[in-house]
Every structure is written in structure tokens, then in C-alpha cells.
């Protein structure tokens, strides 16, 4: 099993004069995604008892996500205000005291001997103690289990960057896969170097595999043994690009779990071969995500070759 941790939330999208509510949230998307591809997934989060946390609950059950993992309190749930231009999104977060950001030390949960993967990103990296609590469970998991993290770094929303460098910076030293934007990278390690110097810095600091994308330039993987490959982005009309990088880990995650290449061992030895066949599939996920309005990833039927 996938187990992904991590944020869920609505995202409120802007249009005709209002904003109308739909389930979201960067790692949630990632599990619907997982799901929708008839992947093993289970979803760990704090989830509020409220309405919309029953929304949440049950498009994670239409998309086959295990939620047996999931902490559920009476705190309300986040919301995210969308503001869509010419087709990319920008965020207004409101996460005070929600049942996501509220979790704390004490829920650190036991994980089933089936999860082989936990995945981490979003704004639960950044919000407090939640995001302590994520980082203390990547690092607990650390030696037995696959650990995969896309900060999907908002610096908008951070408001003591100090502690969240320390914090990403812990959690990158014991991932396996760390999964960037041009935009992250750049942002975690400043100044004029280029992304592949970029890359190698952080290979250097613990990850095994560094995925780097670039919006409509596709995706670069670099590998623990200093190679590298690439995959082209996929060309569609774009309807808007919620949940684009989410889906896009999906698939990642997908197809390396189909090749059997989701263990310690087998993402530290990767060929390039197998990576860029994650980078493709990846991208044919985001390429029909984006293809159609919100987080709504593909079913496996709807790809154009079986994963």
C-alpha cells in the first residue's frame, strides 16, 4: 500500500461572481489519483466531522482510497480560495485550528506492515504542529519504507521560513524521492546555479531519486548513480492546472510500484530506463488532469497504454 499523508481540504474556485466548493488538496489529490489508477492507497490525514469533512470522506471512498488511517476531530475544514488566470491557479489558504493542521505529536499513528510508500507534501508541510507531526512520521518510517516528498512550496503561506527550511531540510535527508518544481528548487537553494548543479546538491544531502518538473519543458529525473533523463510534457489544451503536480506524483508513484521498483533497494539502484518510464506515465496523468476543469485525475481506462 501507498500510504499518503497529508492535507485535504476544499478548494472554493472563483467563477461566474462566486466560488463554488470542491474536494481538494495537494496530497489528497495525489491519493484520489493513486486510486483512480486501481493502486493500493490509503489516505492519513486529520479530517473535521463537519460537512464538507464528509465530502472529503466520501470522494476518497468513490476513488478507492483507503481512509482507515484517517484522524477525525470536530475542528472545521480548510478551505482554499482559487483564483484562476488564463488558466493557472493561486491560493488563499484558511487553516486555523483545522482538524488538518491541528494534529499533533500524540496522534502519531502505528503504520500497517503493508504500507511499503508514504507520500508527504503540501501546505502540511508548513503549518504548525501539524507539520511537525509529518515530519516526525517520515523520519520514523524512514528505514523500513519508501518516503516520497513534493513540498509544493508556497512561500506566501510560510511565515518563519527559518523553521520550514529546517524542517524540509530534515525531511529531505531521510526521502528516498523528493519531487520539485524549477520554482521549489530554486526557492530551497537560492543564487545562480543551474538546476542541475541544483539537482546534484540535493542528491548529495540523502534523496535517491530528485524528480525536477517545468510546467510545459516536462520533467528531469536525476539518480543516486549520476545519471539523468527526461520526458517531454505531454501537449493539450489546457483547461486550468489544479492538481496538475499531484497527479503527475501519482502516476510516478504508480509505475514504479508496477515495475517493483517501489522499495528502498529498488529506488536507490533505479535505471534511467525505469525512471523515465514514471516520468512518462506521470505525465500522462497531469496532461489529462489538466485537460479538464479542477483536480479531477484520469481513470486507468482512460490512458492511452495500460500502466
Known sequence: MILCCGEALIDMIEGDGAFTPHVGGAVFNTARALGRLEQDVGFLSGLSTDMFGAQLQDALHASN???????????????????????????????????????????????PNTACALYFGGISLIG????????????????????????????????????????????????????????????????????????????????????????????????AGGQSTESAARKVDVVDTVGAGDTFNAGVLAKLSQMGCLTKQGIASLSADDAQAALRLGAEVAAITVSRAGANPPLLSELSVPI
Not at 482510497?65 to 483564483?83: E, G, K, M, N, Y
Not at 488566470?85 to 499533533?104: I, K, P, Q, V, W
Not at 538546476?195 to 510545459?216: F, H, M, N, R, W
Request: charged fraction near 20%.
Open 128 to 223: 504548525m504542529p501539524a507539520a511537525d507531526f509529518y515530519a516526525a512520521l517520515a523520519v520514523d518510517q524512514a528505514d523500513s519504507r519508501v518516503i516520497m516528498i513534493d513540498p509544493n512550496i508556497r512561500p506566501q503561506f510560510i511565515t518563519d521560513p527559518a523553521a520550514y527550511r529546517a524542517r524540509l531540510a530534515k525531511m529531505i535527508a531521510v526521502c528516498d524521492i523528493l519531487k520539485v518544481s524549477d520554482d521549489d528548487l530554486n526557492w530551497i537553494i537560492d543564487g545562480d546555479a543551474t538546476l542541475d548543479d541544483k539537482a546534484a546538491e540535493i542528491l548529495a544531502q540523502g534523496p535517491k531519486l530528485v524528480i525536477v518538473t517545468k510546467g510545459s519543458d516536462g520533467a528531469k529525473a536525476y539518480l
Open 65 to 111: 482510497v483507503d481512509t482507515s488511517h484517517v484522524i477525525f476531530s470536530d475542528r472545521p475544514t480548510t478551505l482554499a480560495f482559487v483564483q484562476l488566470s488564463g488558466g493557472n491557479a493561486t491560493y488563499t489558504f484558511y487553516d486555523e485550528n483545522t482538524a488538518g493542521r491541528s494534529l499533533d505529536l500524540a496522534n502519531l499513528p502505528v503504520i
